[in-house]
């Protein structure tokens, strides 16, 4: 007699999920990544301005904080659809504000397009602190890695048809490099608002999962530093704010880098920086299987070596030990996409697994401000090193020691003190970074080599 598994809970149809990170990567990629760094530029933003459009919706998770407490009346589904229908009505004014530049000077433009920054990151902050709970309500444990890395396959292909999108619209591959116009910069940020709209036909498709008991904490306070001194997520926490200075400013800083030292019109410069989020499809390949075979703790030690090297390369044509060509520039960008795919997937299954169920709501807050928050803090302070470096510097030790070579010198140290820590992490049963380097560098080839002769032998 067969055992009764109607008890078994059901796994439910993830497709809306997907379909969902992916039309909400075609609108945020818009308006929080390169296309409005230019924009900023285009009206004259400096460094340190250009890192407050970056930090600023990072920094404003911090609002997760009073939000959590109101998830457990209003339901995970109801809370994140309120906040992405509000913050997709704020990309259709930013649409409005390229168009008003005969009303409105270039500084007043700035002004308005980081005020409706403000509302539409706060929007979002409110409403993701319910994201992480529904989605470990909804997916089984033992299926988190596999559909984490499967959301950021999604997430980096439309990241990916994004930036080329934008990049045709603003000229890329024309002969001589022409900035954007105005009209093509509404036409982006329209194109973003559309899709933002499309993503909300998936969310509301997204079953919703109850809020587990216990997680109202309103009349009796919450214990923020009880929660923050449990030892596997202070570790976890820890790794995240290192990580996040490390990482936090180098799209913002790679693209005014390469606006400010290379001959590379604007276009061009996005198409380049699109080719980060092929490298970032890769996470299926690595993240998948292995998140959920070895653990997350191996995954973060391979992601910190590898982005010290690839941050030690962009020291060097910062540098200009090697000259900013196309060809340098895609073998440095494809890797960062790889990267923040992995790191994201890893990071997320590991709080998934540490976080105890009492407290979900508060322990998933508080996890992704400190996270997000510094990756928010990450390129203002960065804007002001770089702007505090200004055009001084000199040719020393072979080395041009400007603001960009001093800014991707202190990332390369970052990186490696993000590994050590890394190292620090608590995770049951997870492998070591060397077993998981074994694997990629010559256990797979090998494999490889192994199926080719036994191909050809046959």
């Not at 945020?28 to 933003?45: N, R, W």
């Not at 900013?324 to 890797?335: C, D, F, T």
Request: with cysteine; aromatic share 12%.
């Amino acid at each position: 007699m067969k055992p009764d598994r109607t008890d078994a809970p059901a796994v439910p149809d993830l497709r809306p999920a997907y379909w969902f990170s992916a039309f909400n990567a075609l609108s945020f990629q818009v308006v929080l990544a390169g296309p409005m760094v230019l924009y900023a530029k285009t009206l004259g933003a400096s460094a340190t301005v250009l890192g407050i459009v970056t930090g600023m919706m990072p920094l404003l998770t911090i609002s997760q904080i009073p939000a959590a407490n109101h998830i457990d009346r209003v339901g995970y589904r109801r809370f994140v659809i309120g906040g992405w229908t509000t913050r997709v009505a704020f990309i259709f004014l930013m649409a409005l504000v390229p168009l008003s530049g005969g009303l409105l000077s270039p500084a007043a433009r700035l002004v308005l397009m980081l005020l409706l920054l403000f509302c539409f990151n706060l929007s979002r902050g409110i409403s993701s602190c319910a994201w992480l709970p529904w989605i470990t309500g909804m997916v089984p444990i033992e299926s988190r890695g596999r559909y984490l890395a499967r959301d950021q396959v999604f997430m980096n292909s439309a990241s990916f048809a994004c930036f080329l999108v934008i990049a045709l619209l603003f000229g890329a591959g024309s002969v001589l490099p022409v900035p954007p116009r105005d009209w093509q910069f509404a036409l982006a940020f329209l194109f973003s608002a559309t899709m933002g709209a499309l993503s909300l036909r998936f969310l509301r498709k997204m079953p919703d999962t109850p809020v587990p008991p216990g997680d109202d904490n309103r009349r009796h306070g919450v214990p923020w530093l009880e929660l923050a001194a449990h030892p596997p997520f202070r570790r976890l926490l820890e790794l995240d704010a290192i990580w996040s200075l490390a990482y936090g400013g180098l799209a913002t800083f790679i693209v005014a880098f390469l606006k400010a030292g290379s001959n590379l019109g604007d276009g061009t410069i996005l198409a380049l920086m699109s080719v980060q989020f092929l490298g970032g499809l890769g996470a299926m390949w690595f993240g998948g299987r292995r998140l959920d075979l070895h653990g997350s703790k191996p995954a973060f030690g391979f992601i910190t070596l590898t982005g010290l090297v690839v941050c030690g390369g962009w020291f060097l044509l910062a540098g200009r030990v090697m000259e900013p060509g196309a060809g340098w520039v895609l073998a440095l960008i494809l890797p960062l996409g790889l990267l923040n795919a992995l790191f994201s997937a890893a990071n997320n299954r590991l709080a998934m697994a540490i976080v105890p169920q009492m407290g979900r709501n508060h322990f998933f807050a508080l996890y992704t401000v400190v996270w997000q928050v510094t990756l928010g803090l990450s390129p203002m302070l960065w804007g002001l090193v770089i702007d505090l470096v200004g055009e001084g510097g000199g040719v020393r030790f072979g080395l041009d020691w400007n603001r960009y070579s001093v800014f991707f010198g202190l990332v390369v140290l970052a990186f490696g003190a993000a590994f050590l820590q890394s190292r620090r992490l608590e995770e049951p049963r997870a492998a070591g970074v060397e077993t998981l380097l074994r694997e990629i560098f010559l256990q797979d080839p090998q494999r490889v080599v192994n199926r080719i002769l036994a191909r050809f032998g046959s």
